[in-house]
């Protein structure tokens, strides 16, 4: 659906492609620019990127982030409400938007001589709302329903919500995007514009333009339209709330009668991707391969969907495209008859006898290999390059670390995993979840 | 010998973009037809199958067969076990799909250009020589009952469901793909045998390669991979009416938000009014932002985060579909505005500038969808198996254009029907019953 609402960064494993072609400026305002040139089709697509997310929003004012998001799509001082998505509409191109933690994103897609349109029409939005309180209390309910939809109807989703709250201790990753509840139902035109009016600046802003472009004219007009806009000077140091050290191990059940099948899962934190230091992350992405990438060659689908019928499904993840503290996690969802209890027992079992024994040199080879060839296919997808730019560059990296990252992971060894392993298992800084639908399942 | 039947350099034009691919029609040696398209830019190859038939042939008693069988072909095959076989994949840097679905069967593979040969034999093996280990079978068995007991409890899975029973009953559309949990468990492996020998035939299946190929070299790479699989199928469904009449079916689930799905009898793809009745839908349910629902129950109201239409047309019967979400004490309210609107349009019809929006939207949309390998493949598989030919890619925006405002009102007064438009409804809504037939 529209205006969608990014709830994970799904910048997964493989970043950055070899062979893409980006240019990179920056404006005399401060805004980053940067040009990704694929001439294969006559299709442009523009992303522009505000380094700001919900985990940016004021104490008490969770969802203001993202319901800014819905109300840019609003009358400004030139367009009629819903003119801006109708007017791409009407040039053959589709538009949407997406907040996450640490990024709200616009996007239009459209023929390549359609640029400047689309400039003209983002550039204008930037400080040209003309927002009304009526807009807010609709859009609101719009949102709780959106909530509704995503997260009150699902109890993946509200299991999801308590565990990443217990998981954070003081960072704002703990607070959903979609914002709490009566939270959202308290949000107001003041919030909403407080917000728009310190983050959405061109020193705060990101302009992504990919596809079938020549650099010096998306300059130009990156000049023409995002160029004039005066900087923000009252722009805050993006300086969030970090995580204290966790010294106590966590566990939560959640029993929800819609839950069908009893699951459990477990996430640390865990090192994020870092300017000029990314290798702890480059190897956590082994580290997540080894232990759960596929069922039927990682060290937890082997011993707990092959050697034995402990789990129907298991797995392990981890993506390092956060600005602040990262995640690694496990599920494992057991097979019919095994208790939670066994199931985690058998997942532990793993992830220790990982620690105590030699990594196959065949299995790092082939993670290599295929880390390789998704940078190949990576160029098939021109959105998703400029997506890579963009949240990367919105989460502090630059470009020069989006271009090392594939070879920092080629450099990843047996040595790295071992010890970053050995970092990262730490149950003092774990939340362990069982997701049931009644207390007798949970044991 | 390779014949390249014809090879036509067909442009699609846009409001101002210009895609251009190159289509070549091969057929191999074997007989196999295909679709290439030549894109030696980026160094691998997406290649696209489609089977007509899919779970529409699971046999009496056998609902889930088909689909069982095709989650196995990745299980093992030939000399190599489940994990062997996936250890050559990931070696290999490749990835495949297999899929069910009512009507047909998808086959997906991208693989490098370097690995072409050996990526194709893997292929090969899992499509024609599935070994359907008994432990395989019971591993896979286990994560299909799983997602039928999950179903059953998430309020999407369990409005389909109802709508698609209630509309076609023992017709294959009337039920899920997946099958039951009785049926599921009571499938053995010769039944896996059977379904497989069914669903994997050479005489209706379709093929698109896209990439860094050559149309040349497709017909032997197709023999390789398709040859050996048999020449003919089962006879296929015969055609169903849709069963549904104008109401509501409430289906009582405790959960906050009301899920509604509804819908009515629509148009067949090769009806002549076919892209009136797109256009039709587009305006009043499928255009995003710009549709009549969107903005009256969405943009106008706030009483959902999404509401969208389409028209199904399938091989045996063809539907226009809708579904939205409201909390519970807003459903009926967001029932309302949606069945005033579709009256609304059954009515009056849309004005001359809606029409003309929506074919600048439709018409310049188009050529955006050509973006990529795996895409183009996938688009050029499913125009083959619903019988276009390649120039249609050149002629379809002027289908759009061909259609008067005379056109789409006239068919929108036929087709829309308001008074047989059936809501099936599942949560806890308020001000909302079952309605009597």
Redesign the interface.
Known sequence: ??RLLAVLATMMSAVAAQAEDVTTYRLDNGMEVVVIEDN????VVQMLWYKVGSADEPAGKSGVAHVLEHLL?KATDVLES?EF??IV??????DNAFTSYDYTAYFQ??????LELMMQMESNRMNNLRLTQEDV??????????R??RT??SPDALAREQFRAALFQNSRYGVPVIGWKQEVEQIDLEDTLDFYDLYYSPNNAILVVAGDVQPDDVLALAEKYYGVIPAEDQLPVRERPQEPPQRAERRITYVD?????PYLVRSYLAPERDPGAQSEAAALVYLAELLGG?S??SALG?AL??DT?TA??TNASYSGSWLDDAIFSFAV?P??GVALSNAEAAMDTVISDFLESEIDPERM??IR??L???E??A????QGLAQRYGAALSQSLTVQDVKAWPDVLQAVTEDDIKAVAAKVFNRDQAVTGWIVSSQEEAR | MLRILIALCLSVFAVAAQAEIEIKQVTSPGGIDAWVVEEPSIPFIALEIRIRGGASLDLPGKRGATNLMTALLEEGSGDMSAQEFQTRLENLAASFSFHAYDDSMQISARFLTENKDEVIALLRQALVSPRFDQTALDRVRAQVVSGIASDAKRPNAIASATFNAAAFGDHPYGSSPDGTVETVSALTRQDMIDAHRNALVRDRLYVSVVGDTTAETVGAMLDDLLGDLPAEGPALPQDIEFGLNGGITVVDFDTPQSVAYFGQQGIKREDEDFFAAFILNHVLGAGGFESRLMTEVREKRGLTYGIGTSLVPKFNAEMILGSVSSANETIAEAIEVTRNEWARMAEDGMTAEELAEAKTYLTGEYPLRFDGNAEIASIMAGMQMIGLTPDYVVDRNAFIEAVTLEDVNRVAAELLRPEDLHFVVVGKPQGLETTQE
């Open positions: 659906m529209t294969r089709a006559p299709v799509f819903g998505s109708a509409a009407a040039n053959g191109g589709s897609r459209v023929a390549s001589d359609r209390v609709t859009e609101r309910q719009v949102v709780l329903e959106e509704n939809q009150e109807n009668e819609r839950v069908s099948q596929s039927f060659t082997q969907q092959f019928q129907i499904y969802v097979s019919e080879e082939s290999t295929q390789r060839a998704s190949i296919y160029l098939d997808n021109v």
